[in-house]
């Protein structure tokens, strides 16, 4: 079973909602990230916090906002959603301390904008 | 640039075949790390594997091995008596020491599909 949990797993919402997605671990990684995958496509990075800091935005639209509010956990805040944003969205984290750590991934959330 | 690449899209086998699914990497580091990754129909990265690139020691793992190899840059892995529960995407990824992040550079997936 994998040790960082997300929530929700399956999230339908419309283009004016605003919906949050949840991430959480508890291996003591200080490194977390959000990937976003399309349909028969490898994921790609979208933000990266280090010791709970935004230290990479790959070029996000801001209707994609993360947060760090601890080192446990991460989130990411949808508004005005499109529907070319749906997709599954893999939340992930490494250790800090050293290099090379392998990057563990959560389950992920299929998120559908309709 | 960095860039990995997997030739095969799909794969099809019968159960108990073995398999071969190859990883093809380019870098100008000199140190990095590489990953295979498997996903099911769920959705989750399952870590199978990582290797640094200055141990070329071939691994095995049950039914699962795997062929590291600078001199082609390939990192193939290879499943022996595939199971129908073997069926999945898996990728391979390479990851530099140096990098900002520990950004993961994705191949686009071998689909593997294991018919009983």
């Known amino acids: 079973d994998t040790e960082v949990t997300q929530t929700p797993k399956h999230l339908v919402m419309g283009m004016t909602n605003k919906k949050s997605l949840k991430c959480e671990q508890h291996m003591g990684h200080r490194a977390m990230y959000w990937y976003k995958q399309k349909a028969k496509k490898p994921p790609e990075l979208m933000f990266v916090?280090?010791?709970?800091?935004?230290?990479i935005n790959e070029s996000v639209p801001s209707r994609f906002s993360p947060e760090c509010p601890n080192s446990s956990l991460l989130n990411l805040h949808l508004h005005a959603l499109q529907p070319e944003d749906s997709a599954l969205y893999l939340c992930?984290?490494?250790?800090?301390?050293?290099?090379?750590?392998?990057?563990?991934f959560g389950e992920g959330s299929w998120l559908t904008v309709v | 640039a960095q860039k990995v690449t997997q030739a095969q899209t799909e794969i099809s086998v019968v159960e108990k075949e073995d398999v071969t699914l190859d990883c093809v990497y380019e870098t100008r580091d000199t140190t990095y790390y590489l990953f295979w990754y498997k996903q099911p129909p769920s959705g989750e990265l399952v870590f199978l594997i990582r290797?640094?690139?200055?141990?070329?020691q071939n691994e095995i793992s049950g039914r699962y091995s795997w062929n590291f190899q600078k001199s082609t840059s390939s990192f193939n892995f290879t499943i022996t008596a595939s199971q129908v529960v073997d069926s999945a995407v898996y990728f391979c990824?390479?990851?530099?020491?140096?990098?900002?992040?520990?950004?993961?550079?994705f191949g686009q997936g071998t689909e593997l599909s294991v018919k009983p």
């Open positions: 990824a390479l990851r530099l020491l140096y990098n900002q992040g520990g950004k993961l550079i």
């Open positions: 992930a984290s490494k250790q800090l301390e050293r290099s090379g750590n392998t990057i563990y």
């Open positions: 916090y280090s010791y709970e800091k935004l230290s």
């Open positions: 290797r640094n690139s200055f141990d070329e």
